[in-house]
């Protein structure tokens, strides 16, 4: 299709949305869906208007989607409020790692038995579906800075950790295809890949976040503080975290999630806005509340990234409905999805979870809402461009076209209700 027509297109989606946006959220429907449904009518499946063959585009894909990961992670940290020591986090903590392995584990078992993938490529397909979507996820997460929902904010901290927790199991899935240095008795991958990446792009984007807040909250107490600043400051501190985080080879979706965190963390500590910039905010520091805690900046700054991230939402849905074919729905790369999200997230949020505080409707709302997509996307191009084999990667893109789509379609049908039966148990 030509350059007119694409604008065409995703003008009249958006206006089409935004006009109906308040009907839409009364129907058990998301948005997601509405994008998809779009591509895939337009894609080979139906009309054949236009094919978007990530083989092919792997590189640009990876930067589509990796840009869109980062913004969503971004905004994901902006939103939560709890200090790290607060035991709202000690769910998210083991959704992101215990729960997480277990994915990948069991994810890898279905490859091996079920799609006769050698191991390292089993290993790696559970990399690439273990971390749940921060991108595609906003309906079941916190809604901003206070919102203390234990579920809510176990899905966005969960979200917004495992993208980058994910990271060395797609690592190690490479290394076992001979297509990354592990190390002997993968020496490399546990102390480079593992601990010091982690550790690194935590660090890196927690001190970014902390010293952004610190130093504008100086400049508003020197009275040069603008609005034009929160405009672009979130975009500025999403890059230099990144970009600096993987110089020194840590992992740079944690370090835009810490950085994110820490911006609205020092900011309500220091209660930028208020009347003494200095005091610190009692209340803030008791419950992590977001609500008068002077966060205006943080609330200005995930206003403006929401809505990059929603315009990035919709490209990202229209193309992949039209990476989608008819003939790529193989009885068993279905067959692999369904276990996946009705069987492996589950048990693996359950097995995560043990002994932990929460009812038990929590927890398996929490193992329902297991959504994947953006994100699985990007480490499967990022797979891709480290050579993974052709054979190899036809197979696995097939596996994860299929799994995001019926995620998207599953948990976007069922958002709508099963989040006000919990607000009405609540």
């Not at 709890?82 to 997480?100: D, E, H, K, N």
């Amino acid at each position: 299709m030509s350059n007119a027509t694409w604008f065409l297109i995703i003008g009249a989606v958006l206006l089409f949305m935004a006009l109906t946006a308040a009907r839409i959220k009364r129907l058990p429907l998301s948005t997601a869906i509405v994008y998809l449904c779009v591509g895939a009518v337009l894609g080979p499946s139906f009309a054949s208007q236009f094919h978007f063959n990530p083989l092919e585009h792997s590189a640009l894909l990876e930067v589509i989607t990796e840009l869109a990961v980062i913004i969503s992670l971004f905004a994901a940290g902006l939103k939560l409020a709890a200090p790290v020591g607060a035991r709202i986090w000690w769910m998210p903590f083991r959704l992101a790692t215990v729960s997480m392995v277990t994915t990948v584990g069991l994810t890898a078992l279905v490859g091996v038995t079920l799609l006769d993938l050698p191991l390292g490529a089993a290993v790696l397909l559970g990399a690439i579906l273990a971390p749940t979507d921060p991108v595609l996820a906003t309906d079941v997460q916190v809604r901003g800075p206070g919102d203390d929902d234990r579920l809510r904010f176990a899905l966005t901290g969960e979200a917004g950790l495992n993208d980058g927790t994910a990271f060395p199991m797609v690592m190690l899935g490479l290394g076992l295809l001979g297509l990354h240095d592990v190390g002997e008795h993968f020496t490399r991958w546990w102390l480079i890949d593992v601990l010091w990446a982690c550790f690194c792009g935590l660090g890196v984007g927690g001190a970014l976040g902390a010293g952004t807040a610190w130093v504008t909250r100086r400049l508003a107490a020197r009275g040069i503080y603008s609005e034009f600043t929160e405009d672009f400051l979130g975009l500025g501190l999403i890059a230099l975290s990144y970009g600096l985080s993987l110089i020194l080879l840590g992992y740079g979706f944690l370090a835009v999630f810490a950085a994110g965190f820490m911006l609205h963390r020092t900011e309500m500590r220091y209660g930028m806005f208020s009347e003494n910039p200095g005091e610190l905010v009692r209340e803030s520091r008791l419950n992590g509340s977001g609500s008068g805690d002077g966060s205006h900046m943080s609330k200005v700054t995930l206003g403006f990234i929401e809505q990059l991230e929603r315009l990035g939402e919709v490209a990202l849905l229209i193309l992949l409905g039209g990476m989608l074919f008819a003939d790529s729905w193989q009885a068993a790369y279905i067959a692999a999805a369904v276990v996946l999200i009705f069987v492996i997230r589950p048990v693996s949020v359950f097995l995560g979870l043990i002994g932990s505080e929460g009812r038990f409707a929590t927890k398996a709302t929490v193992g329902w809402f297991g959504v994947r997509g953006i994100g699985s996307l990007y480490y499967l191009m990022y797979a891709i461009q480290h050579g993974l084999e052709t054979s190899l990667a036809v197979k696995l893109v097939s596996v994860v076209l299929i799994a995001v789509t019926l995620s998207i379609v599953l948990h976007g049908i069922t958002v709508t209700p099963l989040m006000k039966l919990y607000s009405k148990r609540k």
